[in-house]
């Protein structure tokens, strides 16, 4: 199934954030196959980083550890062929430049495509230098970014990556980093409305600080659905039945 | 003098990879810090302070015991006497004022030795402004005598407990606390490292030092530079700034000194430009340590002020582009140029200028020619390991 489908068929939508290789090295295809099992529309597998300076505590526990236990990104992208004969829902990445670089742009978007990759979302790659130095590799190959937005983004600014987008646009529901609970304020439901009222061409999916059932019904309300990430690298920290916990917890999410 | 490109390249490197939620930030300090940094009345306080609050002009000594050992004459460019010891308050002053321009009323900063901690620290109480101080765990046990300093002032000190818990983590909780806090809190990074506009602005905050040198040397020589300059670089800003001067004018030799812990080859080594290769951390591309997974690595110097996997993106241009050279020394080199500066000129330098005064057995320096080195701090933050290293 193409992201696209998705948008255009459905509402309401849960994508489920994970760090590759945590809390064991080969999690990553099983965490997969329990997300698909328990429903979760798309997924984004998250490339561990050293210094990953988006996120809090919880992403940053799950990236020294899925490290620690051997993970690297030539052995994502095995881990996810396998995954593409195992699940069918549509995989974005998430993580930070300096792995990318390092194993090569050309080579990472070219694994990309082997893997049936869509989308990446790097933070740390702003716009500007995405479009003065790596476009052409991403779009040759059908590969595209996910830019994000904040309460501080502008409205021209937020114009420009929206007319810049292929997939969506990922919007960051406070300024912070992932995994604090987003307060339940004026300024951010006035935040909600100026994007909702903009009438995007991209769809838009709410992230950062979306932890449980009312968390995710209230972004719904403005957006086409909410990332969780945090709340379920918590959840399944020790768990001994990955996909039970993982049903459980979509579950309690959708409600 | 160099600048960067509008959009913070030198040459290659540099740039701002930033995440969105501190593009505002950023972007609002590019459009204004230029304008800040030139207008008179900014200009005047920082002048004015630099004066009679760090204590600058800095002397430029003749060391006439060092020069007759080396039969060469050696210039100190005396950055250890500034108030809280040593260069880091030129940056710091420079910055606290830009924040109070800005209407900033917090203040944060990361910090390895602690030396910029008790620099930014300092200016805070000065300013009587909120000041949080990140610092890695492991370094906030390796350096008490500076954490109570901090405390002391004011500030609150608060560990970086993610990743190796040292300099790199402290920076990443800076940045992460800038994320957090993006409208009141202006964020005072340390060295010419970080997302575009910090390089630009710490080398500029303290390219007074090699003017200085510049102005001084001319004083005391009737000559209109040094054949030589030399620093030490770990972020690259006491380099950078006594440097700045002299960067189109290829007749001065420029010299760094990297340190090279253990050895170039021991893997136990915070040289990022012999040692390292190129990609991007906190915000800028540059050279920096890490391993063939794009991870960055912990690098290891006996110095902590050293201790960092990357440098300004302005030394790897120079770098590249032939026009410094940077030469490692490792930990052993340093002592013995600590030890050998301390009795031969009674000064005792900080184990990061240590580096630098070590070049002096690492080239060939001519009779009659003029070697500028920048001590850029005292070495009493240091004593435990000189006290463990020489027995005293």
Redesign the interface.
Known sequence: MRLTNIFNNKSDLLSVYFTAGFPELNSTISVLEALENAGVDFVEVGMP??????D??TI??SS?HA?NNGI???LLFEQLEEAKKRVSFPLILMG????????GVERFVERCVECDIQGVIL????Y??YDEKYRHIFEKRGVFPI????P???DERIKLLDENSSLFLYM?SS???TG?SSGNNMQQLAYFKRVAEMKLKSPVMTGFGISDNKSFKRVCGYTNGAIIGSAYVSAIKNSVDIESDTLSFVKRIRG | MIYPDS?GFYGEFG???????L??NIERLKSCYNEILSSDGYKQKLSSLLNDYAGRPTPLYEASNLSSFYNTNVWLKREDLNHTGSHKINNTIGQILLAKELGRTRIIAETGAGQHGVATATVAALMNMECVVYMGEVDIERQAPNVARMKMLGAEVRPAV??SRTL??AT?EA??DW?????DTFYIIGSVVGPHPYPDIVTRLQSVIGIEIEEHFRLKTGKDYPDYVLSCVGGGSNAAGSFFPFINNDNVTLLGAEAAGLGEKSGKTAASMACGD??????SFTYLM?N??????EPYSLSAGLDYPGVGPLHSFLKVSNRAQYIPVSDKEALDAALQLTRLEGIVPALESAHALALLNKREFLHGENVVITVSGRGDKDMQTYMREFNL
């Open positions: 980083f050293s210094d990953p300076v988006a809090g505590p940053q526990g020294t490290l690297s990104l030539k930070y430049f300096n792995p990318i670089l390092k194993f933070p740390d790659m702003p500007e230098i830019f994000l937005i904040t501080q983004t502008t960051v300024s912070s980093v604090k | 959009k740039g701002a990879f930033i995440p969105e939620m593009l505002p993610s990743g790199k983590d990443n940045l992460r994320i957090n806090n993006p409208t190129k990609g991007v951390i906190h915000g890490q063939d997974d794009g991870q960055i690595t």
